[in-house]
Nanobody, 123 residues
């Protein structure tokens, strides 16, 4: 069984920054691409960012490009999402996701999901 555990959510003022972390553990065979999705109240879950295991290729939603940076530490099996210049519309539950080998580009790609961490941006 594979587990994803997120941390780092919280309340921040608009313009501020937060860093989310997600650690993968359990029976992890082989490389995993990892990513972040988010779900705002009353909206569907949407892709935010992802990173591949081997090459570290990154993908971003247009809404976060230039403000969010995804990175990973393979030795720690951890992925990070640095969120800068936060806006009230970034308020959502942020979910970590993992997929064996292949890149994560949309919500049907992940094999595993974390339980989510709340990010609230006040205006």
């Amino acid at each position: 069984q594979v587990q994803l555990v997120e941390s780092g959510g919280g309340l921040v003022q608009a313009g501020g920054s937060l860093r989310l972390s997600c650690t993968i553990s359990g029976r992890t065979f082989g490389p995993y691409s990892m990513g972040w999705f988010r779900q705002a109240p009353g909206k569907e879950r949407e892709f935010a960012a992802s990173i591949t295991w081997s090459s570290g290729t990154t993908y971003y939603a247009d809404s976060v490009k230039g403000r969010f940076t995804i990175s990973r530490d393979n030795a720690k099996s951890t992925v990070y999402l640095q969120m800068n210049s936060l806006k009230p519309e970034d308020t959502a539950v942020y979910y970590c996701a993992a997929r064996r080998s292949l890149a994560i580009r949309n919500g049907s790609d992940p094999n595993y999901w974390g339980q989510g961490t709340q990010v609230t941006v006040s205006s």
